[in-house]
């Protein structure tokens, strides 16, 4: 079956229906207090396919705090700067653990083992502290570079709704820095960290970002280049191996694709070669993913009969 004989548009409409008046299981994040605030019914869906056409339901268009799927950006922009030295300081097996675990860094002497969890994500966001004169912009700019759209922005409450209760990374990163695994000031990496998750996007602008993912590390349209066909198969590697932390497994099992979630209830997979999708429903499962962003998802790969296995 190629992309063309499926109609992309229906399986959408068939997901949406299937699932818009169903009681949503899971709960908001609330450690992070703005989170809390957003309505637990928000449900939408976007499938960018390679050949430039869009499909959608729902709240698709509205911006939501992005989280946790910025490390695949932050995590891209450290491997385009660092190369493979990046992988001395952070390490790509799945860590079984929950995404904001510290309990592994003792035994591993301040080497996270991905770049997906919190651990690892903080070396990464260090790395792009210690590579910019003013990292925030050079994320910004490469989002910007990606999507064509410079719209895309932090959401400076939620950065600071994060900071004033972050007592967990803020552990993390000085218990990093005690192993040398920190080369800046804790407050400046976590500035960075809290900014990074604090990033609005829509599913739609997020299924256009991660295109590249889908495509060899190039824009479609414009044809630009952003990372190399070596950068992306290790991208997705991770996003497969890590993507959920310790519901790793269950994603490939039940969806079978590479992605990345947040706790802001946002995911977004891609399959090579053919689409990037994102989806958004805010209620959390116990692991920290989005309960009906999995199960849509679920739906996706079996009835387009399209996941990579
Ligand atoms: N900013 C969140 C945190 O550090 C991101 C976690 C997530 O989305 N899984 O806790």
Same mark, same amino acid.
């Given at each position: 079956?190629?992309?063309?004989?499926?109609?992309?548009?229906?399986?959408?409409?068939?997901?949406?229906?299937?699932f818009i008046d169903q009681p949503r299981?899971?709960?908001v994040?609330?450690?992070?207090?703005?989170?809390?605030?957003v309505p637990s019914n928000k449900f939408?869906?976007?499938?960018?396919?390679?050949?430039?056409?869009?499909?959608?339901?729902g709240d698709?268009?509205?911006?939501?705090?992005?989280?946790?799927?910025?490390?695949?950006?932050?995590?891209?922009?450290?491997?385009?700067?660092?190369?493979?030295?990046?992988?001395?300081?952070?390490?790509?097996?799945?860590?079984?653990?929950?995404?904001?675990?510290?309990?592994? #860094?003792?035994?591993?002497?301040? $080497?996270?083992? *991905? &770049?997906? +969890?919190?651990?690892?994500?903080? @070396?990464? /966001?260090?790395?792009?502290?210690?590579?910019?004169?003013?990292?925030?912009?050079?994320? #910004?700019?490469?989002?910007?570079? $990606?999507?064509? *759209? &410079?719209? +895309?922005?932090?959401?400076?409450? @939620?950065? /600071?709704?994060?900071?004033?209760?972050?007592?967990?990374?803020?552990?993390?990163?000085?218990?990093?820095?005690?192993?040398?695994?920190?080369? *800046?000031?804790?407050?400046?990496?976590?500035?960075?960290?809290?900014?990074?998750?604090?990033?609005?996007?829509?599913?739609?602008?997020?299924?256009?970002?991660?295109?590249?993912?889908?495509?060899?590390?190039?824009?479609?349209?414009?044809?630009?280049?952003?990372?190399?066909?070596?950068?992306?198969?290790?991208?997705?590697?991770?996003?497969?191996?890590?993507?959920?932390?310790?519901?790793?497994?269950?994603?490939?099992?039940?969806?079978?694709?590479?992605?990345?979630?947040?706790?802001?209830?946002?995911?977004?997979?891609?399959?090579?070669?053919?689409?990037?999708?994102?989806?958004?429903s805010p209620p959390?499962?116990?692991?920290?993913?989005?309960?009906l962003?999995?199960?849509?998802?679920?739906?996706?790969?079996?009835?387009?009969?399209?996941?990579?296995?």
């Open positions: 079956m190629t992309s063309t004989s499926v109609d992309y548009q229906k399986i959408l409409n068939q997901i949406n229906q299937e299981s899971g709960k994040a609330s450690y992070i207090p703005e989170l809390a605030k939408g869906m976007h499938l960018y396919d390679l050949d430039g056409s869009n499909y959608c339901f698709s268009q509205e911006r939501f705090s992005i989280q946790s799927i910025s490390k695949v950006f932050t995590l891209s922009l450290a491997m385009k700067v660092m190369g493979d030295k990046l992988w001395n300081r952070v390490g790509v097996e799945p860590s079984g653990d929950p995404f904001n675990s510290l309990s592994q #860094l003792e035994n591993d002497s301040g $080497i996270p083992r *991905n &770049p997906f +969890i919190n651990a690892g994500a903080l @070396v990464v /966001a260090d790395v792009l502290v210690s590579s910019f004169s003013n990292a925030k912009a050079a994320l #910004l700019t490469f989002l910007h570079e $990606i999507t064509g *759209n &410079p719209q +895309i922005d932090f959401d400076p409450v @939620v950065a /600071a709704s994060e900071q004033s209760k972050g007592y967990r990374n803020y552990a993390m990163v000085n218990y990093l820095k005690s192993f040398g695994n920190i080369e *800046n000031d804790v407050e400046d990496v976590l500035d960075f960290y809290f900014h990074q998750c604090s990033i609005a996007m829509s599913c739609q602008e997020l299924a256009n970002a991660f295109i590249i993912f889908a495509n060899n590390g190039t824009t479609i349209g414009s044809e630009r280049e952003f990372l190399t066909g070596r950068q992306v198969k290790r991208v997705n590697a991770l996003m497969q191996t890590c993507g959920f932390y310790d519901e790793a497994g269950e994603f490939s099992f039940e969806v079978g694709l590479p992605g990345k979630s947040g706790v802001g209830g946002g995911i977004v997979a891609v399959h090579p070669d053919r689409f990037a999708v994102a989806v958004w959390l499962n116990p692991k920290g993913n989005s309960a962003g999995m199960a849509s998802l679920e739906r996706l790969t079996t009835l387009t009969g399209f996941s990579i296995f």
